[in-house]
């Protein structure tokens, strides 16, 4: 069992500002949940890059690397898709205008 100082320690370590008045259960909370959020943190951001789409924010029907979306529709590009640079440029510079976005 730790003491509330080695506790301390390792809840610095984490980035976590220890307050004085803190019990060292609360401490440990603090380190469970900052561990706990490391690990959901790195998985949330690699679903958020898989599940990268397009958005036709526009009025009107767009073509998104060859294929036609309606107003409103997101269109989930492949990694083929992404691999055409020349379509990527052209999508990059439709987000600039306004006419879509990444969601």
């Known amino acids: 069992m730790a003491n509330k100082e080695e506790l301390t320690a390792q809840a610095e370590e984490l980035g976590i500002e220890v307050q004085e008045s803190w019990t060292k259960a609360q401490i440990e909370e603090a380190i469970d949940a900052a561990l706990a959020g490391d690990d959901s943190g790195d998985e949330q951001d690699e679903q958020d890059e898989q599940a990268e789409g397009i958005k036709n924010i526009s009025r009107f029907r767009h073509k998104i690397y060859g294929k036609i979306v309606q107003p409103g529709a997101t269109y989930q590009p492949t990694e083929s898709d992404l691999a055409d640079e020349k379509a990527t440029k052209r999508i ?12």
């Open 92 to 103: 990059d510079n439709a987000v600039r205008k306004g006419y879509l976005e990444r969601v």
